[in-house]
C-alpha cells in the first residue's frame, strides 16, 4: 500500500494525445512511500446473492435466443441439439434435456419433442425486445464509452464478446447495432493479427465525463481535481485507526479521469493507482448490473495502460470494489450500486437489469420447495445479520 498527497513534482507530462480529454490541471506530487497496510476480504452475503441470482440465467437465455428465433417461437429437438452452441453450452444432449425439464417454468416439451416457450417467458421476451428498442442510443453511447477506455479506442470483437452480457448487448450485436451505426465502428483486422477488432471512428468529448464527475457535478461540486470515491464497507469489517488515515490520504490524491491520456503518470504512485481505480469505477458504471467476472478485463491490461496484475485493485480497495467467489468463478461488484443490499438501488437500475430479475425469479419458481427457499434465504438479508448486510457507509473524507 502506498501513501501520497497534492504537492508540485511530477503529474502529468508530454504532450496530449489526440482524441483524449484533456488532463486535469493540477501537478501532482507523486509519492511512492510505502504503507504497510492490508486490508482482508470479508465475505458479504448480500452482493454474493446478488451474484447468485443469476446462476443459470444465462445458459437460460441462451437458449430463449435459440428458441425464439424459430418460426412460432418453437424448435424440435433435434434442431435444437443440432445447434454446436447449445451442445457446448450444456456439455451435451443430456446436459440440455436436464436444463429443459428443470426450468419448465420457462421451456415448454411438447409432444413429439418441441420444445417451445412458455407464457411467462414469451411475455419475458417481447418486453425485453421492446426494452432493446427503446435502450439501443444508450447501449451504444455505453460501447463508444468503453472503447474510448482503451489507449488505442479499439478492442478485440472477442473482448466485446465476453462483455457483451454485462453491457447488455443483443446477442447480434454484430449484425445489428454494428451495421446500424458505420458512422460510430468498423471492424479491422491489422495485419499479422488473426483477431478481428471493434474500432470507434471519432472520440467525443460529450461522452468523455465519468459517473464520478457526473455526480460531483450535479451535487453543486465544481473541483474535479481530487474526487473521492465513494467507499462502503461490509459490517464486521474491522477497519483499523492506521488503514482509515491510509484510506483518507488515498482519497485526497488527484483524481485523473479514466477518458484523459495516462502516459505523464509514473506507474509505480498512488496517484496512477487512483487511475487505475478510477478506470474499473467507470467500466463497471458502463455495466447493466455494475459486475463484470474478473476474467473478463484480465486480458485488458495493456489496452487500458494498466501495469502487471493490475487486477489487484479490486482487492487493494474492499471498500469501492467486492470480489465475489460465488458460481466458480469470481465476480467483481461496484459497491455503490447497490447501497449495501442485494438489489441494485433505483438510480442505477438499467430497465434490462430489471427484466433480467424476473426472468431469474420464474426460473426460482422451477425450483422445489427446498431450493426455492434456499435462494431466498441467499437473496435476501437480514438487517440484524452483520455477515448478510452489503455495507456499511464509511467516510473517508475530511
Known amino acids: 500500500w502506498r501513501g501520497g498527497g497534492c504537492g508540485r513534482r511530477g503529474g502529468w507530462g508530454g504532450r496530449r494525445r489526440r482524441g483524449w480529454s484533456e488532463a486535469p490541471a493540477f501537478a501532482a506530487e507523486q509519492r511512492a512511500t510505502l504503507v504497510n497496510v492490508k486490508l482482508k476480504w470479508v465475505k458479504d452475503r448480500a452482493l454474493d446473492g446478488a451474484v447468485s441470482r443469476e446462476r443459470d440465467l444465462r445458459a437460460a437465455h441462451h437458449l430463449l435466443d435459440v428458441v425464439s428465433a424459430r418460426p412460432g417461437h418453437r424448435v424440435s429437438r433435434p434442431e435444437l441439439l443440432a445447434d454446436s452452441s447449445v451442445r457446448r453450452a450444456f456439455g451435451g444432449v443430456d446436459g440440455v434435456d436436464a436444463f429443459l425439464a428443470r426450468y419448465h417454468t420457462l421451456f415448454a416439451l411438447r409432444r413429439g419433442g418441441g420444445v417451445s416457450l412458455t407464457d411467462a417467458a414469451l411475455d419475458l421476451r417481447r418486453r425485453e425486445v421492446d426494452c432493446l428498442v427503446e435502450s439501443e442510443p444508450d447501449l451504444v453511447s455505453r460501447l463508444r464509452r468503453l472503447l474510448m477506455l482503451t489507449l488505442p479506442r479499439s478492442l478485440p ?52 465525463v465519468s459517473e464520478l464527475e457526473k455526480s460531483t457535478a450535479g451535487g453543486g461540486g465544481g473541483d474535479t481535481t481530487c474526487l473521492p470515491f465513494p467507499v462502503s464497507f461490509t459490517k464486521g469489517f474491522g477497519l483499523r485507526s492506521k488503514c482509515i488515515n491510509w484510506l483518507r490520504e488515498w482519497q485526497a490524491l488527484p483524481y485523473t479521469s479514466p477518458y484523459a491520456d495516462p502516459s505523464g503518470l509514473d506507474r509505480r504512485t498512488d496517484v496512477s493507482e487512483k487511475r ?50 460465488v458460481l466458480g468463478t469470481q465476480t467483481v461488484v461496484l459497491r455503490e ?12 437500475a438499467h430497465p434490462l437489469a430489471t427484466i433480467r430479475e424476473e426472468y431469474s425469479a420464474v426460473m426460482r419458481a422451477a425450483l422445489p420447495p427446498r431450493r426455492r427457499r434456499r435462494s431466498r434465504e441467499s437473496d435476501s438479508c437480514s438487517e440484524q445479520d452483520e455477515e448478510c448486510v452489503g455495507g456499511e457507509e464509511f467516510e473517508l473524507t475530511e
Open 157 to 208: 470483437l472477442h473482448t466485446v464478446d465476453l462483455l457483451r452480457w454485462d453491457l447488455g448487448l443483443p446477442r447480434d450485436y454484430r449484425a445489428s447495432i454494428l451495421r446500424r451505426y458505420p458512422d460510430h465502428f468498423a471492424l479491422d483486422q491489422p495485419e499479422g493479427d488473426e483477431r478481428v477488432w471493434l474500432r470507434l471512428l471519432w472520440w467525443d468529448d460529450g461522452l468523455a
Open 276 to 325: 487505475n481505480v478510477g478506470v474499473f469505477h467507470e467500466l463497471l458504471h458502463l455495466t447493466v448490473a455494475k459486475r463484470t467476472e474478473r476474467r473478463n478485463v484480465s486480458n485488458m491490461r495493456k489496452l487500458l495502460g494498466m501495469p502487471q496484475k493490475f487486477t489487484k485493485v479490486f482487492e487493494r480497495h474492499p471498500g469501492i470494489f467486492y470480489l465475489s467467489r
Open 337 to 348: 450500486a447497490y447501497g449495501g443490499g442485494s438489489l441494485l438501488l433505483a438510480k442505477h
